[in-house]
């Protein structure tokens, strides 16, 4: 109420009541407790309806057949795919008994056949047991691998390796894998500031800390791209990253669609400094600007989706647009709370964020949420296919995991959704005008004490909103993480998929397959000094058993050892050692005088020697069956 002093001048007071400003939303628990019934309802649905599909591909057959002998030598080796692949330098190896290469020529596509890759064969070759390793690209633009044994005339003595080569060098799968997450995290600061300045408050466009949150979301994302062109062609074809500047390697990269798509992102990242550059980020919003802005962030996000799981499979056109959705919403969420903390901490004091920005961008990053729940649940579906990839594939265990950081994300938005009420609820004082003998003041209010919820009150929430968008962000880091994960895993579907193909026939036997890793300290013997030993036992279960070992080098290649040695303990029942008997079949370690008495969990010791003086002593449990 405004009454006047006795000199005429009007004295105005805090209101006592508190206000509501139209454009400001007081969220409350039911849109959070509604999207989580939304996506438990979805996931219901489509997991109990799943039908089969896949994204990476999966070895169908070969030719000649895994396990057949023949009597002559084959004129080349074919392998062919459910899908198309892309082939690299080294996708098709194939070493003759005495481990050494086979082949006479470079890997091609088989009379033209994208889903198919051949290798031609040396001619003379000698009767034994061959070994095919296979490592293609899929459509999907991940690297899968394989391999299988066939024979010529007979058998070697030992029985035949029937496992996939070692995975992609540690120093090169890193600095890969570390460069897709920067570059989500790059991704998600440009369209997320971009996009809070647009709609939630057009001010921060003026604050220094924000620009600078802006040029590091650019510079992160440029390099992380430039990164994984230079890495994309070692990853593919599991070299070490002594390779980046390889010519061959580099143009595969360039002819495949994962290295189109980045050389794609590069130069809208170019387009997008340049304007940038010359308007600002904030400036001049107007609606060519806007729709400019609109078709840049869509032909980012295609650079992913044309390039990762969406792009093959199961209803591609659903999925690319979920996807797209997806990658979309992430951005709009994770950015926009980095620059709304941003804001709480660095706005200036005198013109601090408002509460209506706030409200505006808790009515974003809602939207935003529901479209990833939407969105989440359908990729899920379409990844596993069924419950059991959920619980019994890797892809079903980081999925997982992430869905209960999601809901640890959930809860803490709630929270920030109370606080923002709390802000938006604080009443804005009106100016009080002072005149000389103000003390009448007082008089007018009957001596009541004054209003509260002033300055104060508004305080206290914002740093009560700053703590929350803080954990937000926090638990949203460990999400972006989770996801740059499940893009680099081999989806449920397939994971089953090849599981089925390599399921054993009924009455024939089984087998049981380690990787052991050993690292005899030495940094002088370069790839010899650490590795793996892949070790196969068939049947792997109580009774004789048939061994195979295999080592191979830092470097993924197969390397000769001078001495293996293999035992089985089994220190629960007191059994043991029992030596395997292994001896050097030239090129691998075999024997069939092995016999596992009992079932249980045995553990493995195995000795590598590499030279004269290196050796070193690791063990590995392993499940025997009854």
């Known amino acids: 109420m405004n009454r006047e002093s006795s000199s005429g001048v009007p004295l105005t007071h805090p209101r006592p009541v508190r206000w509501r400003d139209p454009g400001i939303h007081r969220p409350g628990r039911s849109p959070l407790v509604a999207l989580l019934l939304l996506g438990t309802a979805l996931a219901l649905t489509l997991l109990a309806g799943a039908t089969p599909a896949t994204a990476h591909a999966v070895f169908k057959s070969s030719d000649p057949r895994e396990g057949s002998v023949l009597k002559t030598p084959p004129r080349h080796i074919t392998v062919t795919f459910d899908e198309a692949v892309a082939l690299v330098e080294n996708s098709l190896r194939v070493l003759d008994?005495?481990?050494?290469?086979?082949?006479?020529?470079?890997?091609?596509?088989?009379?033209?056949?994208?889903?198919?890759?051949?290798?031609?064969?040396?001619?003379?070759?000698?009767?034994?047991?061959?070994?095919?390793?296979?490592?293609?690209?899929?459509?999907?633009?991940?690297?899968?691998?394989?391999?299988?044994?066939?024979?010529?005339?007979?058998?070697?003595?030992?029985?035949?390796?029937?496992?996939?080569?070692?995975?992609?060098?540690?120093?090169?799968?890193?600095?890969?894998?570390?460069?897709?997450?920067?570059?989500?995290?790059?991704?998600?600061?440009?369209?997320?500031?971009?996009?809070?300045?647009?709609?939630?408050?057009?001010?921060?466009?003026?604050?220094?800390?924000?620009?600078?949150?802006?040029?590091?979301?650019?510079?992160?994302?440029?390099?992380?791209?430039?990164?994984?062109?230079?890495?994309?062609?070692?990853?593919?074809?599991?070299?070490?990253?002594?390779?980046?500047?390889?010519?061959?390697?580099?143009?595969?990269?360039?002819?495949?669609?994962?290295?189109?798509?980045?050389?794609?992102?590069?130069?809208?990242?170019?387009?997008?400094?340049?304007?940038?550059?010359?308007?600002?980020?904030?400036?001049?919003?107007?609606?060519?600007?806007?729709?400019?802005?609109?078709?840049?962030?869509?032909?980012?996000?295609?650079?992913?989706?044309?390039?990762?799981?969406?792009?093959?499979?199961?209803?591609?056109?659903?999925?690319?647009?979920?996807?797209?959705?997806?990658?979309?919403?992430?951005?709009?969420?994770?950015?926009?709370?980095?620059?709304?903390?941003?804001?709480?901490?660095?706005?200036?004091?005198?013109?601090?964020?408002?509460?209506?920005?706030?409200?505006?961008?808790?009515?974003?990053?809602f939207g935003a949420v529901a479209v990833l729940v939407v969105t989440g649940v359908y990729q899920s579906w379409r990844g596993l296919g069924s419950w059991d990839a959920l619980l019994h594939t890797e892809y079903g265990r980081i999925l997982s995991f992430k869905v209960w950081t999601v809901l640890v994300v959930l809860t803490v938005a709630a929270r920030s959704r109370r606080w923002t009420g709390r802000l938006a609820a604080v009443p804005e004082p009106d100016a009080v005008l002072v005149t000389v003998g103000g003390g009448e003041t007082d008089a007018l209010n009957g001596g009541a004490a004054p209003a509260t919820g002033g300055p104060g009150e508004a305080e206290g929430s914002r740093r009560g909103l700053r703590r929350c968008v803080l954990a937000e962000v926090v638990v949203g880091v460990v999400v972006l993480a989770l996801t740059t994960m499940l893009t680099g895993t081999e989806p449920g579907r397939a994971a089953e998929e090849n599981a089925a193909l390599r399921a054993p026939v009924p009455g024939q036997p089984t087998q049981s397959l380690t990787l052991v890793p050993f690292d005899t300290g030495s940094r002088t013997l370069g790839p010899l000094g650490s590795g793996k030993v892949q070790i196969v036992l068939e049947p792997g279960r109580v009774g004789r058993n048939a061994v195979q070992?295999?080592?191979?080098?830092?470097?993924?290649?197969?390397?000769?050892?001078?001495?293996?040695?293999?035992?089985?303990?089994?220190?629960?029942?007191?059994?043991?050692?029992?030596?395997?008997?292994?001896?050097?079949?030239?090129?691998?370690?075999?024997?069939?005088?092995?016999?596992?008495?009992?079932?249980?969990?045995?553990?493995?010791?195995?000795?590598?020697?590499?030279?004269?003086?290196?050796?070193?002593?690791?063990?590995?449990?392993?499940?025997?069956?009854?």
């Open 549 to 626: 070992a295999v080592v191979y080098g830092a470097d993924g290649g197969l390397v000769p050892v001078p001495e293996l040695r293999l035992t089985f303990i089994l220190a629960r029942q007191g059994v043991g050692p029992l030596d395997a008997g292994l001896v050097d079949e030239r090129g691998y370690w075999g024997g069939d005088t092995l016999t596992l008495p009992t079932e249980g969990t045995w553990t493995m010791r195995v000795t590598v020697r590499v030279s004269d003086i290196d050796q070193v002593t690791v063990e590995q449990p392993v499940q025997i069956g009854p």
């Open 97 to 365: 008994p005495d481990n050494r290469p086979a082949t006479a020529g470079d890997p091609e596509h088989a009379d033209g056949h994208a889903e198919t890759a051949r290798v031609p064969l040396a001619s003379g070759l000698g009767q034994g047991t061959y070994t095919v390793s296979w490592r293609v690209v899929s459509a999907d633009g991940h690297p899968v691998t394989g391999a299988f044994t066939f024979a010529v005339g007979k058998r070697s003595s030992a029985g035949a390796v029937v496992a996939g080569p070692p995975s992609v060098p540690r120093a090169t799968s890193l600095p890969y894998d570390t460069a897709r997450y920067v570059a989500y995290t790059g991704l998600a600061l440009l369209i997320g500031i971009a996009v809070f300045v647009a709609t939630c408050w057009p001010a921060a466009a003026t604050l220094r800390a924000v620009l600078r949150l802006f040029a590091v979301g650019w510079w992160v994302l440029t390099l992380s791209t430039l990164a994984s062109v230079l890495l994309r062609g070692p990853y593919d074809g599991g070299e070490g990253p002594g390779a980046v500047l390889d010519p061959q390697l580099l143009r595969g990269t360039v002819d495949s669609r994962p290295g189109t798509a980045l050389l794609a992102r590069l130069g809208l990242l170019i387009v997008l400094a340049v304007l940038v550059r010359g308007r600002g980020v904030g400036a001049g919003v107007g609606g060519r600007v806007r729709v400019v802005g609109v078709l840049l962030v869509l032909a980012l996000a295609a650079t992913w989706v044309v390039a990762e799981h969406a792009a093959v499979g199961v209803q591609v056109a659903v999925a690319v647009t979920s996807t797209a959705l997806h990658l979309l919403a992430m951005a709009v969420w994770l950015g926009g709370l980095a620059a709304l903390l941003t804001a709480l901490y660095r706005a200036p004091a005198e013109a601090p964020l408002p509460p209506a920005a706030v409200a505006r961008f808790s009515r974003l990053a």
